[in-house]
């Protein structure tokens, strides 16, 4: 079974009068280990279909089974438990899905160790535990020597590495980055990239989004979207082999 | 048990992050917390003055004046044209009364005392009968009261209180040496136990009992008289009371339509004045307490939502990771509390300070219960003023606080 499945999701919001459609009926799926880029113009609905995939949003219509659990179906009614509330959104967040943005989202005035371990606190880990966690997901993005400092001490790069090394630490069955790269130079994007392979030889799923077509290239799946639709879904030269 | 510990670090962190914030927050609260626990202080200060003052008083002795003790300003001048009362209607009392023990007329006046080199001045000077000693209630630490014979004959004897004993006689014995009031020589006879502070504040041992025929001589027989009354053993006050008024409307000769024209006053009225104080201080001090409580309160539901609008960004990453509604909720609640709970710590911190002080001057303790209940009062002022903000941050759309900048 795939390890994530999308049938005819769409999503509108609704600003005022106008509906906006940002996704007109998407079919994705998506099988454990395999390591996709997304694709598309500005305002295509990339954004929106990782938030979907990730549990920040839901759909507003179509079924997503995410690891063998049906996060939305809209033939089952709301005590069939076809949407989830809330709080069980953020449970499969926090035990599932690993989050990197493009803008790094760590929390300013507590160090790279304290970032790395809030996944774990919400899980309830013990506090032993969690620290021995959180340093080895520091070690694995090769920041163990940082691990004490708050992230304003941290350059972009080492930034980005501590929000992997957080999305990293749960386990999650799949990570998420949406234009990991966007705030990078290209040296230093490139180094996340090597990160990003040496994370999927280990076994990880992963999904990226992107504009830029040499990012793109390490993946080896590449789903084009266009206007909320899924446009293009290509295999790189990567995935041939 | 982690998610708690965190969320409280937490909040102790973004409190320090605005220390001069969170304490100008806190004032409101400060001022409310004071100013229950200084009002708490205050009532059972003067609660516990007050019963030891009018033990001495005697529960049940009734004082036949020409004034209430409790009146209104322009009531005194209806009371002014009354007739005096009489030194003879307490013999007269005893004749016809069934219900009465002992009746004795007294007056009294402020003069100077002196032995040898020592003077006193401002000395409650009390002409009274020997019944008084029974009347009253009174405890000798040492000698006797006058008899019947002295107190008929006004023998130049007299007894003294605890403070004149040690300003006259700060090495001797008393008893027996005499002292001088108005160029007249009185023996000591007996000295009065300590009584304390009236209400903490007038000394109850500046006084000297003299027979009143005594002090008539020395004061001549115009100065207004008042009659102690005791009723006999088992007999109610309020019956007593009653018996007297009826025997003082006889020899007043008035008519039944008639209003007394004498008062007849109790350890009671001070009770009821008493009362109102009490009341008159709590209804105050409940005001303060409740208006700064919500002041404060509503300064720190104000200087929360400014906190949540701040962090919204910080609640939408939390969210991400997978923080549930009652974990933000627990996180911006429990900063609430702490705010309030400091405020209020200081509160009573000051309050200690500020009885400490008062304790010089007047019986004032503050009780573990009262310091109990102020830090209760906080809690439960930072749960309130704390759960709207709180709420707000916890169904935060995560997608777009994570947008927020
Ligand atoms: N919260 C929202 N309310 C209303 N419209 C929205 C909202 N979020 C996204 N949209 C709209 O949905 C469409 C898809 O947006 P989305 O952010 O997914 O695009 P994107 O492919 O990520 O673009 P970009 O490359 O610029 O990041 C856009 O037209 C956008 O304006
Ligand atoms: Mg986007």
């Known amino acids: 079974m795939a390890l994530l499945a999308l049938t005819n999701v769409t999503k509108v919001y609704q600003v005022g009068a106008v509906a906006v459609h940002a996704l007109r009926g998407i079919d994705l799926m998506v099988e454990k280990n395999e390591y996709v880029s997304i694709m598309g113009p500005s305002g295509s609905g990339k954004s929106t279909l990782m938030n979907v995939i990730g549990c920040l949003d839901t759909p507003t219509s179509g079924t997503y089974i995410l690891d063998g659990k049906t996060v939305h179906d809209d033939n089952i009614g709301q005590n069939g438990n076809g949407k989830l509330s809330e709080d069980e959104l953020a449970f499969i967040r926090n035990q599932k899905i690993g989050f990197v943005f493009q803008t790094f989202n760590l929390l300013p005035r507590i160090t790279a160790l304290h970032n790395v371990e809030l996944p774990l606190i919400y899980a309830g880990i013990h506090k032993k535990e969690r620290i021995e966690m959180a340093k080895e997901a520091l070690r694995k993005v090769n920041l163990e020597d940082r691990m004490h400092h708050q992230p304003n001490e941290l350059s972009g790069g080492q930034r980005q590495r501590v929000a992997i090394a957080r999305a990293l630490v749960n386990n999650p069955s799949i990570l998420l980055a949406d234009e990991p790269t966007g705030n990078l130079d290209s040296v230093t994007s490139r180094e996340i990239m090597k990160l990003m392979d040496k994370l999927h030889d280990e076994g990880n799923t992963i999904i990226l989004v992107t504009h830029e077509t040499e990012i793109a290239q390490h993946a080896h799946r590449i789903v084009h979207l266009l206007d909320g639709k899924i446009d293009r879904d290509e295999t790189t030269p990567k995935g041939n082999s | 048990m982690g998610v708690i510990f965190e969320s409280v670090v937490m909040a102790i962190k973004a409190i320090l992050q605005n220390k001069t914030r969170a304490f100008l927050t806190m004032l409101g609260i400060i001022i409310g917390i004071l100013s ?64 009465i023990a002992f009746a004795t007329p007294s007056s009294s006046r402020s003069d100077e005392v002196k032995y040898k080199k020592n003077t006193v001045e401002g000395v409650e000077i009390n002409g009274t009968t020997w019944q008084e000693a029974y009347i009253s209630a009174l405890k000798l630490e040492s000698g006797r009261f006058f008899s019947e014979p002295e107190s008929r004959y006004g023998s130049r004897v007299i007894v003294i209180g605890y403070d004149i004993k040690t300003a006259l006689f700060p090495n001797e014995d008393p008893l027996g040496k005499e002292i001088t009031i108005r160029g007249n020589k009185f023996r000591v006879i007996g000295v009065i136990a300590q009584q304390g502070k009236f209400l903490g504040l007038m000394s109850m041992d500046n006084i000297v009992i003299v027979p009143l025929k005594a002090f008539q001589m020395l004061y001549g027989r115009r100065r207004g008289i008042s009659i102690s009354v005791k009723p006999k053993d088992g007999i109610p006050v309020e019956q007593a009371k009653e018996e007297l008024t009826f025997i003082m409307r006889g020899l007043r ?152 900048e």
């Open chain 2, 36 to 99: 229950v626990s200084l009002m708490g202080t205050a009532i059972s200060g003067i609660d516990q003055v007050f019963e030891s003052s009018i033990e001495g008083m005697g529960q049940d002795v009734l004082y036949v004046q020409k004034y209430p003790w409790f009146m209104v300003n322009d009531e005194w001048w209806e009371y002014r044209n009354r007739p005096e009362i009489k030194e003879e209607y307490a013999e007269q009392i005893l004749e016809r009364a069934s219900s």
């Open chain 2, 253 to 404: 000769k008035l008519k039944p339509r008639d209003e007394n024209d004498f008062a007849i006053n109790q350890q009671e009225a001070f009770r009821q004045q008493f009362a109102n104080i009490r009341f008159a201080i709590r209804a105050v001090g409940l005001g303060i307490t409740a208006l700064s409580l919500i002041v404060g309160g509503i300064g720190i539901m104000n200087i929360m939502f400014v906190s949540v609008r701040e962090r919204t960004k910080e609640i939408g990453i939390r969210k991400a990771l997978g923080a549930k509604k009652s974990i933000i909720l627990f996180q911006f609640l429990s900063e609430a509390v702490i705010i309030s709970l400091i405020g209020g710590i200081i509160g009573i911190l000051l309050t200690v300070g500020l009885v400490g002080v008062v304790q010089r001057f007047f019986v004032a303790n503050l009780s573990f219960g009262l310091v109990v209940i102020s830090l209760l009062v906080s809690i439960l002022t930072g749960v309130l003023s704390g759960i709207i903000p709180a709420n707000q941050a916890a169904r935060l759309n995560p997608i777009e606080a994570i947008r927020y």
